[in-house]
């Protein structure tokens, strides 16, 4: 081979390296440009003006349509005269009549009278985005003379299916961020209905708690056998009614703490300028100790107080009441209470979290099991843990424990099951209860738990008390099969 002919050969491959750099390079720009755009608008005008330059194009349009309904849904241009528009919108609505997708247009895919309408658009190219949308594309000539090449249309075809994904992913952007608007709405309907309900509850449940402790002040004439077992029955369904008000007025709660803490910053960041406005207007300025009074007493509740608390006094007095409360149970409930410094927390809260994650591990530890609760320092925080022995949590359901009124058990048992027995169940608000008040009083709260290796699945049942289970021969054998820890950190205060 000539000298000349390897030279001829090399200045080929490099012509194809700079032509296929070219193609990457240009892949990549306008890619990169469309990249997080969720405006359809600004996508097609983005895409041809960067697909414009990069070919050399002084004019070009780009139009999109709504096939289903045949309307143009967009258009945009650039270097066309105005009224040339009609123009463009005919010649794509017969592009499109025609559905020759990927591949570009000539005179002959049109009809004579459409014909001379893309003289002056050596580039058509029409494209479907999905079974909704399609669109067309239309380049004016290159600056520099030059015809569009094989090479070209086929970068220009890659190019337009770039931007049909970008168009689908804007369109399931907006359909998302329509879906959450009117989730948003909903959920506050939602929202505004518990409370208002909750509060409805208030009255016929104290009327009907009276009524029957009145009921049974007058009946012991009457034998018992006739009434007693009734009208406690009911009393157990109405102090449960009481709970779930509660429970969910509590939550709730949590909602209005969000904007009281925001309207007492913003009047603690003012308060000057308040107090010289007060002063000036009326030359008083406690009205602004009167405004923030207002606010704390608007948005917050009294048992919301908080006050410096011995975490393991406190739990010692809980633990009693609860024995007492689950004495029907056959239980080891054990304490193990190490020094620590005291937590900055209301009572009222602090004793749901306490009862609540106890009567929790009770209600899943069989009869003859044991539980443990603890009190410690750990690092900067002090430690609140309670693990029991039971039958634990599968994994499925675990990651929801604390998204709300998700019970891991058959709710049906809490309808006939008396509070502190084993499988009682529940309505899975307790621990969306603690989850919100860690939100509203700086704590952190976790579990950890492991199934029942003999009770793999939800259904499979235990018989509640240990010496009744086929599997385990003694008490070591369920208290080393599964088991549940819930941990809650009070950060010391400054």
């Known amino acids: 081979m000539t000298n000349k002919n390897s030279t001829h050969a090399a200045d080929e491959v490099q012509a194809e390296l700079d032509k296929q750099l070219f193609h990457l390079k240009t892949l990549y720009d306008v890619s990169h440009e469309l990249l997080g755009l969720t405006d359809v608008s600004m996508i097609l005008r983005n895409f041809l003006l960067m697909t414009m330059g990069n070919f050399g194009a002084a004019q070009g349009f780009i139009i999109a349509e709504n096939t289903p309904a045949g309307e143009i849904t967009h258009f945009e241009s650039f270097g066309f005269e105005e009224e040339e528009r009609s123009t463009f919108q005919s010649l794509s609505k017969a592009a499109l009549s025609k559905k020759f997708f990927g591949r570009f247009l000539t005179r002959e895919d049109f009809s004579d009278e459409v014909k001379t309408l893309n003289q002056g658009l050596p580039a058509v190219l029409a494209f479907n985005i999905d079974e909704e949308s399609s669109g067309v594309m239309g380049l004016g000539p290159k600056i520099v003379g030059e015809e569009y090449s094989d090479d070209d249309k086929e970068l220009l075809g890659t190019l337009v299916n770039n931007l049909a994904v970008s168009l689908k992913n804007a369109r399931y952007s907006e359909a998302l961020r329509k879906a959450l608007d009117e989730i948003r709405i909903l959920n506050s309907a939602k929202d505004k209905a518990i409370s208002h309900l909750t509060h409805e509850l208030l009255t016929p449940i104290a009327l009907i708690k009276s009524s029957l402790n009145l009921l049974a002040k007058k009946l012991p004439p009457v034998p018992d056998y006739d009434w007693k077992a009734t009208v406690a029955r009911a009393q157990r369904s109405v102090e449960r009614l009481h709970e779930i008000q509660n429970e969910v007025d509590d939550i709730m709660k949590g909602r209005d703490h969000k904007i009281r803490h925001l309207l007492s910053n913003l009047l603690n960041q003012c308060v000057d300028e308040i107090e010289v406005l007060f002063a000036e207007q009326l030359s008083e300025g406690a009205v602004v100790n009167n405004v923030r009074e207002r606010i704390n007493e608007v948005f917050t509740s009294r048992e919301n107080a908080p006050v410096e608390i011995n975490l393991g006094e406190f739990v010692t007095e809980k633990m009693d009441e609860i024995r007492a409360l689950s004495s029907h149970r056959k239980l080891n409930l054990m304490t193990r209470i190490e020094p620590a410094r005291p937590v900055w927390m209301p009572a009222d809260p602090l004793e ?67 509070p502190f027995s084993f499988n009682a169940g529940g309505r899975g608000a307790d621990l969306l209860r603690m989850k919100i008040f860690s939100e509203r009083f700086n704590f952190t709260i976790s579990m950890t738990s492991t199934r029942c290796k003999y009770l793999p699945l939800t259904k499979d049942s235990c018989p509640g008390r240990i010496s009744e289970c086929e599997f385990c021969k003694k008490a070591e054998d369920c208290y080393e099969s599964g088991g549940t820890t819930f941990e809650v950190l009070f950060p010391l205060r400054s």
């Open 352 to 418: 749901k979290i306490v009862k609540g994650l106890v009567k929790n591990a009770i209600e899943n530890t069989p009869d003859e099991g044991r539980i443990e609760v603890g009190v410690r320092s750990r690092g900067k925080a002090v430690e609140l843990s309670v693990q029991d022995w039971g039958v634990g949590i599968v994994p499925e359901h675990q990651k929801h424990i604390f998204e709300g009124f998700y019970p891991t058990q058959d709710t049906m048992f809490y309808s006939s099951g008396k």
